[in-house]
């Protein structure tokens, strides 16, 4: 089993810039890829970023495109999504999640294709 924990959430100003971080534990060797979702108030959980863990591939949705980047410490077992020039529809409870196995896009960015989640942190960013 591997355990995904979420920090560094909070309230920040339109424009300004936030990180937020996963620590995984437990079988960490069987994690391929970690990736952020968020969940707004009313809305389904969206893709935000992701990155494979064997050779840093990143990939990100639009609307963080430019603003959102995501990184990992593999030896902490950590990954971060720095988040710059925040909006306030970037207002949302951030949820990190790690997956045992590669693949397309197309089952790499739903949330159903996860093995694992952290409870998520909040992010507000007032205008």
């Known amino acids: 089993q591997v355990q995904v924990v979420e920090s560094g959430g909070g309230l920040v100003q339109a424009g300004g810039s936030l990180r937020v971080s996963c620590a995984a534990s437990?079988?960490?060797?069987?994690?391929?890829?970690m990736a952020w979702f968020r969940q707004a108030p009313g809305k389904e959980r969206e893709f935000v970023a992701l990155?494979?863990?064997?050779?840093?591939?990143?990939y990100y949705a639009d609307s963080v495109k430019g603003r959102f980047t995501i990184s990992g410490d593999n030896a902490k077992n950590t990954v971060y999504l720095q988040m710059n020039n925040l909006k306030p529809e970037d207002t949302a409870v951030y949820y990190c999640?790690?997956?045992?196995?590669?693949?397309?896009?197309?089952?790499?960015?739903?949330?159903?294709?996860?093995?694992?989640w952290g409870q998520g942190t909040q992010v507000t960013v007032s205008s």
């Open positions: 999640a790690a997956r045992r196995s590669w693949g397309s896009i197309v089952v790499l960015t739903p949330p159903g294709g996860y093995d694992y």
């Open positions: 437990g079988r960490t060797f069987s994690i391929v890829a």
């Open positions: 990155l494979r863990r064997s050779d840093d591939i990143t």
